[in-house]
């Protein structure tokens, strides 16, 4: 497997754009998480999926960002209107049960950058 | 809430010593999970060691072992033989059993010198 996929690895846009970042998990992983990396907050969880399901997005910043998954075999994260302080990597992960019981894999990260 | 520590940002350690990264959390709950992740220059996370709360026996996988206090809430992680691949940032993490997701710490990023 090519593991878990993400895309653009790196973006850079202006204030006030629509970002959409994108992600394939593990095929059969049934979870799915997106995370977010800033050097002062660290690795936080934005919100995660149960076969397709959302189930916690009580880490979702604001209004401002909303996260899909129309099939077992994609997700995005889109963030409308983007702000400076959005600028962070976004990593998802998928498992194959619940992160505590099974590893969770983890993409190479998107790098976003809001000018 | 739970919550994890890495008390050290950085630490640095001569190629082929050994090193301890420190972490401790806080919990009410009995049964958890805990885990070292590893973060290369690649940006990749990796899981590099796992613990299950209620095995009182340490985990080990080759180089890496931890020391697990359950009383005292601390997860230290060691690394022996100190390769220069082993440079990254590791981050402790912790789990509730009945949980889906886990919870990081901010970090502990080391060097390696050669």
């Known amino acids: 497997d090519a593991g878990v996929i993400q895309s653009p690895r790196h973006e850079v846009t202006e204030m006030g754009q629509e970002v959409t970042l994108r992600c394939k998990p593990i095929?059969?992983?049934?979870?799915l998480f997106w995370y977010r990396q800033t050097m002062m907050r660290g690795l936080e969880l934005l919100i995660y999926?149960?076969?397709?399901?959302?189930?916690?997005d009580s880490g979702m910043p604001e209004d401002r960002f909303s996260a899909k998954m129309p099939n077992a075999s994609f997700s995005t994260l889109k963030i409308q209107p983007s702000e400076p302080r959005d600028s962070a990597v976004y990593f998802c992960?998928?498992?194959?049960?619940?992160?505590?019981?099974?590893?969770?894999?983890f993409g190479p990260g998107t790098r976003l950058t809001v000018t | 809430a739970q919550t994890v520590t890495q008390s050290q940002p950085e630490m640095s350690v001569q190629e082929a010593e050994t090193v301890t990264l420190s972490c401790t959390y806080d919990?009410?709950?009995?049964?958890?999970?805990l885990f070292w992740y590893k973060q290369p220059p690649s940006r990749q996370m990796i899981l590099v060691i796992r613990q299950e709360a209620y095995k009182q026996q340490n985990a080990t996988e080759n180089r890496f072992s931890v020391n697990f206090q359950k009383a005292a809430k601390s997860f230290s992680l060691k690394i022996s033989d100190s390769q220069l691949g082993d440079a990254a940032m590791y981050f402790c993490a912790y789990s509730r059993q009945r949980d889906d997701k886990i919870i990081f710490g901010k970090g502990t990023r080391l060097h390696i010198l050669p």
């Open positions: 992960a998928s498992s194959l049960s619940g992160g505590s019981k099974d590893e969770q894999y």
């Open positions: 095929s059969g992983h049934d979870y």
């Open positions: 919990t009410s709950e009995s049964d958890y999970y």
């Open positions: 999926f149960n076969n397709n399901v959302p189930i916690d």
